[in-house]
């Protein structure tokens, strides 16, 4: 090795300490950063706020504003009206938390940023010259002082592109933590780039994925059916094998009838979009709920609807807001059966109480549910008894199911008006015979392996408690999913990547504008397959990374 790649390299390691970290990622050291480096910005987009807003007084519109993750008003619930200010992308709470979705341009090149090769999410070209402290210091500026890229416009709409920087520099880095290629997951462990690592970042929450009979089901029906319909629900892409789905999902929830779509977050969109459909329509939404909601709602208020939010799982607040609209309006109240993020269950027995006093209806989305609580797994209003008192209830196959696609269920004629009135659902390809049938299978394997349900519970009230007693701040986690909070962005992710260098540890860093500021964790999730030699492993790698960086 020569001098200067060992400078690097001390360099590196010098830069990725405990020590140097909580310096740089420091509240106040980040707050004048901030200051320093985005004030240019700061004074652009307030003259661009101003410039909107003599806009919007002299047209009256604007397109909605959505953008969940970034809006801090949670005390009480926020309604927005159908047309509100500028539009920013709404930011997804689980699953596909992003780096950033917004960039400080004042670090940024004002020229186009050359396209750079990457291997493995390290610079191919030679990035490594970086000199690491100042790198990271760089970065940690970029993550802390964010403004919207989505704001930025002009003659050449790729203009934003060739501005977005903190992914090309974390990968320079060797810190980014996103869109890492997999090449084998076989559930509580996996290999990535060549290594194995226990996977403490997946959904497979039953462990089904490589499950003998749920294998077999999708050979046999690309055998018999082949790989796709070629076609949407509509016209040449329905078949029995959906049909039969759609029952058996209807009659193990304990609801008239089944719809099954393409994907679980199409459930959300084409359901809200559907029902919600003129001015005299209103989405009351938990303020956590997923993005797939928010998209939803987005498309909702393309025809008129408007949005409500109310304060996080707070019955209270829900009420304060049904008791403000119209009497000529009608409300859907929706929410995350369990939190994506927090792995909160609903307060389900509020949240009903107050939908049946006030006549609005009710749609829960138990992706994160279902497998996962509730007797037979049947999810979260099976947990509280409330199976009759649930409008609809929803989810996706790719969590407990092992396939992709997604699940609606309640009444026949609510549901037949959905498959007849929701875009999204007409004229998107049907799901994948493979998908189908895998997805069948693994809700009859739920069923006939109840023991998977017990050990998922046994392993992830094993890990909360023990976490817990190492000091980490969980939340208010009652199932599979357990945030760690970290609470900064650098920290999140410089964490994330000791855990998965030092000790082949793979877990998920949920950063801002993916979760609100404040919030940012390190998302684990765990498996009925999850062996307690692999539960400890992660318990021992979670203790030196939390004290070296302060954490516990």
Not at 72 to 89: F, K, L, Q, Y
Not at 170 to 185: K, Q, S
Not at 447 to 467: A, D, G
Request: net charge neutral.
């Amino acid at each position: 090795m020569s001098m200067k790649d060992r400078l690097v390299d001390q360099a590196k390691k010098l830069a990725s300490s405990g020590r140097v970290v909580r310096v740089v990622s420091n509240d106040r050291v980040m707050r004048l950063a901030t200051g320093v480096m985005d004030a240019k910005n700061r004074l652009r987009a307030a003259r661009e706020l101003a410039a909107e807003a003599w806009d919007i007084l002299l047209n009256g519109h604007a397109l909605p504003n959505l953008d969940p993750a970034l809006d801090d008003e949670a005390g009480v619930h926020v309604a927005t009206p159908a047309r509100a200010a500028s539009p920013r992308p709404a930011a997804p709470a689980s699953g596909g938390a992003g780096l950033s979705a917004v960039e400080t341009t004042a670090s940024a090149a004002p020229e186009r940023a050359a396209a750079r090769p990457h291997v493995n999410g390290v610079g191919a070209n030679g990035a490594g010259t970086y000199v690491a402290a100042a790198a990271e210091q760089q970065l940690a500026t970029q993550m802390a002082a964010r403004t919207s890229l989505s704001r930025i416009g002009g003659r050449d709409v790729f203009e934003k592109a060739y501005k977005f920087m903190t992914a090309d520099n974390a990968r320079a880095m060797g810190v980014y933590p996103f869109f890492r290629p997999l090449d084998f997951n076989n559930g509580p462990e996996a290999q990535l780039e060549g290594r194995t690592v226990t996977m403490l970042g997946s959904n497979n929450y039953l462990g089904l994925t490589t499950h003998p009979k749920v294998r077999e089901a999708a050979r046999n029906a690309i055998d018999k059916y082949g790989t796709s319909m070629t076609g949407s629900r509509l016209v040449n892409g329905s078949m029995r094998l959906h049909n039969e789905l759609e029952e058996k999902l209807a009659a193990y929830h304990g609801k008239e009838a089944g719809l099954v779509f393409t994907t679980g977050y199409q459930v959300n969109i084409a359901t809200i979009s559907a029902l919600l459909s003129n001015k005299r329509s209103v989405a009351m939404i938990d303020k956590d709920d997923h993005a797939s909601i928010y998209d939803g709602v987005r498309l909702a208020q393309a025809s008129g609807a408007r949005m409500v939010r109310y304060k996080h799982s707070d019955p209270a607040s829900l009420d304060s807001a049904l008791s403000e609209i119209a009497d000529t309006e009608g409300a859907l109240v929706i929410t995350d059966g369990v939190f994506s993020a927090q792995g909160e269950i609903a307060s389900l027995p509020g949240i009903v109480e107050v939908v049946k006093k006030h006549k609005a209806r009710l749609l829960v989305d138990d992706a994160h549910a279902l497998g996962v609580i509730g007797p037979g797994g049947r999810g979260t209003a099976a947990h509280f008894g409330l199976d009759k008192e649930v409008d609809l209830i929803g989810g996706t196959f790719s969590k407990s199911l092992a396939s992709i696609g997604g699940w609606l269920v309640g009444e026949r004629k609510v549901l037949d008006y959905i498959q007849h009135f929701a875009y999204s659902f007409l004229f998107a390809a049907s799901a994948a015979p493979p998908c189908v049938a895998a997805a069948m299978a693994a809700l009859d394997v739920m069923q006939e392996e109840p023991w998977r349900q017990e050990k998922l519970r046994e392993n992830f009230t094993y890990m909360r408690t023990e976490l817990q007693k190492l000091g980490f701040e969980l939340g208010k986690t009652e199932t599979a999913v357990i945030p760690i909070y970290i609470r900064d962005d650098l920290k999140t992710v410089m964490m994330w990547k000791s855990l998965l260098d030092d000790y082949a540890l793979y877990v998920n860093p949920f950063i801002t504008p993916g979760v609100p500021p404040k919030q940012q964790v390190l998302r684990t999730s765990y498996m009925a397959t999850h062996e307690r030699k692999h539960l400890d492993r992660a318990l021992e790698a979670f203790e030196k990374v939390g004290k070296k960086f302060g954490v516990i």
